[in-house]
């Protein structure tokens, strides 16, 4: 009884951190982001959804040769959507990052390398306890190259029977990115002791850095 009544608490703990509570729990919270005071302009970049996307921008922060990484939303019709229309699954959009990054020190191979060794992507809508269609898995493209890249990397998954179920992510052209609202910006970083942060975000990192330990930049937690 006791075991079940713990797993029962635990269970329970872990659902209320999901990714469509963080409104409460930072709704007030104003931050500047990095990226809108500095000069990017030099470097590429890549999007992609994969789950919440305080997740998904601390991921690729660690990764060598990424310089910026912007929360937002992408892949929907709706014009300047809002955090709560998105997060409670009222448009099209989903969760999304844009990744700036140097391509003389990391391949847009190697983010796709990085964006399929950091999720599920056999899960259809969402990453676990994040689930709908605001947290489904799609790798954009900007060019046929890049589909291309994409394309053949989704093959070698199949082909190496690296999942025993299929996969679910989008392999979608990309349109527009709207950045979040300042304070979903380095969410990770700024506020780790955020209960979601520890029990989904920081587990997920760690447990990236760990497959990929060659990929990660020095002095990266």
Known sequence: ???????????LALATTS?????????????????????????????????????????????????????????GK??????????????????????????KEVSFETLVKVYFGSHDPTTVDGQRPDMGKQYRSIAFYKDDREKKIIEAYMAKLKNDK???????????????????????????????????IRGVSVPRLKKFQSKFPELIKKNSH
């Open 162 to 196: 690296i999942y025993n179920k299929p996969l679910a992510t989008e392999v979608t052209k990309f349109e527009i990115f709207y950045d979040a609202e300042d304070y979903h910006q380095d969410y990770e970083k700024k506020h780790p002791d955020n209960s979601y």
């Open 1 to 11: 009884m006791n075991y079940l009544k713990i797993t029962f608490i635990g269970l």
């Open 78 to 103: 709706e014009k300047n959507p809002t955090y709560e229309a998105v997060g409670y699954g009222r448009t099209t959009h989903a969760e999304a990052v844009k990744v700036y990054y140097n391509p």
């Open 19 to 75: 990714c469509q509570s963080k409104t409460r729990e930072t709704k007030n919270t104003p931050i500047t982001t990095e990226a809108s005071a500095q000069d990017l302009s030099s470097y590429e970049t890549a999007y992609f959804a994969s789950g919440c996307f305080w997740c998904v921008e601390a991921i690729f922060e660690s990764v060598k040769g990424v310089k910026e990484v912007v929360s937002g939303y992408s892949g």
